[in-house]
Every structure is written in C-alpha cells, then in structure tokens.
C-alpha cells in the first residue's frame, strides 16, 4: 500500500484531517469529488453579527446581575468602615460583637467583654451593630445578634 493510497483512503473516512485538505481546500473523496463546503464559505450558523450581538448582551447581563451589585456592595462597606468610631458597637464578619475601644490606623481594638479585647483590621468589620441588634442578643447570646444561625 502506497502513502498516496494511504492518504485518500484517509480522506474517504476522515476528510477535514487529510493531507490535502491541510491547505485550506477541501479534500477530495475517493471519487475525485470534493467533500465539504467550498473554501471561503461560512457554514450556517458561525460566527456573523448575531453571535456578536449575542456575547455583547451577555457581557451587559452579567455587568447589570454580577458586577455592579458587588461594586456598590463594596463602595457602602468602605463608605461604613470609614465612618467607625471610638465607641460604635460592631459585628465582625466573623460574628463577633463588641465595642470599639480605640482606633489606630486600620487597626481596631474592640472590647469584646468587660476586660476583653482583640484587635482586628477594619475591613474585617462585617457591620455596625444598631439597637434591633442588642435587643436580639440581649435575649439570646447564644444565638448571635447579626440575623444569626439557626
């Protein structure tokens, strides 16, 4: 058996992987006709304006539904943490509640029980604790104040 043999046996079975077809035609059968669409013809359904279109309304869908909600989420949590004072009760973002004893920089040292303080960072404050907050955790300290576990 010949390599030439070989090569249109080849195309018969595989036509878009044959030698010939490596050069941007398309590769003849063993009858001598071509198989395929002619060289330079789109085939349905690729590419054109439509599928343009397509990708440009999915990238404004998941702008408006993914990234410009987190954006504002992020700009009201900086917003917050900037305006922490001396004396603000906080929820960490790990549900720790305290008091804010003092301010040094981005570093906050919240009395957590009479005597009791850690210090974290600022932007590991997950909120400002208001009175619907003490409430809850006056009536179930176990529970936690920030919508807490079940």
């Known amino acids: 058996m010949t390599l030439d043999r070989f090569y249109d046996l080849f195309a018969t079975i595989h036509p878009f992987l044959a030698q010939d ?13 071509p198989v395929g669409p002619p060289p330079g013809a789109n ?3 690729c590419g054109g304006p ?6 440009l309304g999915m990238l404004v869908l998941f702008y408006f539904l993914l990234i410009r909600p987190q954006q504002k989420k992020m700009k009201a949590h900086k917003t917050m943490v ?10 960490t973002s790990s549900g720790i509640y305290g ?6 920089g981005n570093v906050l040292t919240v009395e ?3 005597n009791t303080n850690i210090r974290i960072l600022k932007s590991y404050v997950g909120g400002v604790a208001n009175e619907q907050t003490e409430t809850d955790l006056a009536k179930n ?10």
């Open 141 to 150: 300290p176990q529970q936690g104040g920030a919508g807490g576990g079940s």
């Open 43 to 45: 085939s349905p359904g």
């Open 112 to 114: 957590i029980a009479k």
């Open 50 to 55: 439509e599928q343009l279109l397509f990708m």
């Open 82 to 91: 900037e305006g922490l004072k001396r004396g603000d009760s906080v929820i």
């Open 21 to 33: 077809n490596l050069g941007g035609g398309a590769a003849p059968a063993a009858g001598g006709a």
């Open 99 to 104: 008091r804010i004893s003092s301010i040094d």
